[in-house]
C-alpha cells in the first residue's frame, strides 16, 4: 500500500484542552485530521457511516494515547448532526472546533449523477447540495451554540479549486463549494462577537486512495494532473497539517480567510510560455 497515515508525535501539545468534530473521518482526509489533532491534545468525534472504519480509527487513536469517539453519522439526516454535537459535549465537557470535511465524492465523477447544468436532475442536484452545502448549516448551527458556550472556537471548511476554477461536468459540486467560500466568510462576521474564527480552506488534488494513485500512474490522466501543480500532488496529511494550524490558537488572528492548499494550482494560468518566442511585439 503507498497511502498511509502517519501517528504523529509532537511534545507541545497544539490542541490541548480542545474538542474537534470531523466530518468524513473515517477516511482520507478527514481520518488523517482526526488522527493529528488527537496527537496534538484534542479530543475527537469521529464521524462517518462505516462503523467498521470508524471504530478501527477511535482503537488506532486510544492505542497511541490520544481521545477519541466513533459516533456513527449519517450527515444527510439532521438528528444524527445533532446527534455528534451532543456526543463532544457528553464525552468531553464542551465543543471547541469544527472541521467540515465530509463531501459526497460518491456522487461525483464519470457516470455519477453530478453533470453539466443542462444535463442536471433535480434529484441529483439536491442529493449532492443535501451533504455538500446543507450538512454543512445543520453542523455549524448546532455546533456554534456549544462553542459560545465554551468561550469560542474554531469553525474549518474543506472546500476545493473546483470552487474558484470551472470544472467540466461537476456544476453541482462546485456550485456548492462556492457557496461554502462565501459562507465561511459570512459566518466569520457573523460569529465574531461570540469569539468564533471561520476559515476555509481550498484544497487541490489529494490521493486519499489506491484508486487516485492508479488514476495518476494513467500517462495521460496523470501528466495532465501533474502538470496542473506548481509542487507535487497533495496526500491527506497535507490538509490535515493547514487544518491544525487553523483550528489551534497559532492562527488566532486570522478569520474569514479562503486559504489555497493546493500546490500551486489555483495560482498560475493556464498560457503557453511566450517569454522565449521569437516574436516582434
Not at 133 to 139: D, M, R
Request: glycine share 10%.
Amino acid at each position: 500500500m503507498r497511502l498511509g497515515i502517519k501517528v504523529w508525535k509532537c511534545t507541545a501539545m497544539r490542541l490541548a484542552d480542545k474538542v474537534a468534530i470531523v466530518t468524513g473521518s473515517t477516511r482520507g482526509i478527514g481520518r488523517a485530521t482526526a488522527i493529528r489533532f488527537a496527537a496534538e491534545g484534542a479530543g475527537v468525534i469521529i464521524t462517518g457511516r462505516s462503523v467498521d472504519e470508524g471504530t478501527a480509527i477511535e482503537q488506532q487513536i486510544r492505542g497511541a494515547g490520544g481521545k477519541a469517539t466513533y459516533v456513527r453519522t449519517d450527515l444527510s439526516n439532521e438528528d444524527d448532526v445533532i446527534g455528534m454535537v451532543k456526543a463532544a459535549v457528553d464525552n468531553y465537557g464542551k465543543l471547541t472546533t469544527l472541521v467540515n470535511n465530509a463531501a459526497p465524492t460518491e456522487l461525483m465523477g464519470p457516470g455519477r449523477l453530478d453533470r453539466r447544468v443542462t444535463e442536471l436532475e433535480n434529484d441529483a442536484w439536491d442529493s449532492i447540495m443535501l451533504v455538500a452545502l446543507k450538512a454543512v448549516v445543520w453542523a455549524c448551527k448546532y455546533s456554534i451554540p456549544a462553542m459560545a458556550k465554551a468561550g469560542g472556537g474554531t469553525i474549518v471548511n474543506i472546500s476545493s479549486a473546483a470552487s474558484i476554477l470551472g470544472t467540466p461536468g461537476l456544476d453541482t459540486y462546485t456550485a456548492a463549494k462556492g457557496a461554502l467560500n462565501t459562507l465561511t466568510r459570512s459566518m466569520a462576521v457573523e460569529y465574531a462577537a461570540d469569539n468564533i474564527r471561520s476559515n476555509c480552506i481550498v484544497s487541490g488534488m489529494v490521493l486519499t486512495s489506491e484508486g487516485a494513485f492508479k488514476m495518476m500512474d494513467d500517462p495521460i490522466i496523470g501528466g495532465a494532473t501533474k502538470a496542473m501543480h506548481l509542487t507535487r500532488l497533495g496526500v491527506p496529511d497535507d490538509i490535515a497539517n493547514a487544518a491544525l494550524f487553523l483550528a489551534s490558537d497559532e492562527s488566532a488572528f486570522i478569520t474569514g480567510a479562503i486559504i489555497p492548499v493546493d500546490g500551486g494550482v489555483t495560482a498560475r494560468m493556464p498560457v503557453p510560455d511566450i517569454s522565449a518566442a521569437d516574436l516582434d511585439l
